[in-house]
């Protein structure tokens, strides 16, 4: 069974810092994407940072250049560095790692996911 735990948040003035964490059982990364999303009040869900089975990460715009992702392929870790906070930035984290089909495939659009954690950046 996978399993995907986030610990890391908390509240910070702005300018702080704060680095997440995600503990993924019963998962092997292989050749899948994962990556962070967040959810403000009142506001949808959207992807923060990834980093594909390659390697290759991305990040949204706003945060481009303050946060970044990395993952540790022998202790099934999955990591934020957030730099820089911006009141913008408060949010619950989730963690999320690609499904797979049957075949092994990954999923790009279907994910395991956490239960997120609280990040409150405070002016």
């Known amino acids: 069974q996978v399993r995907l735990v986030e610990s890391g948040g908390g509240s910070v003035q702005a300018g702080g810092y704060l680095k997440l964490s995600c503990k993924l059982s019963g998962y092997t990364f292989l050749n899948c994407g994962v990556g962070w999303y967040r959810q403000a009040p009142g506001k949808e869900r959207e992807s923060v940072a990834y980093?594909?089975?390659?390697?290759?990460?991305t990040y949204a715009d706003s945060v481009n250049g303050r946060f970044t992702i990395s993952r540790d392929n022998v202790e099934n870790m999955l990591y934020l560095q957030m730099n820089s906070l911006k009141t913008e930035d408060t949010a619950v984290y989730y963690c999320?790692?690609?499904?797979?089909?049957?075949?092994?495939?990954?999923?790009?659009?279907?994910?395991?996911w956490g239960q997120g954690t609280q990040v409150t950046v405070s002016s």
């Open positions: 980093i594909s089975g390659t390697e290759t990460t």
């Open positions: 999320a790692a690609e499904r797979r089909d049957t075949f092994g495939f990954c999923l790009r659009s279907s994910f395991y």
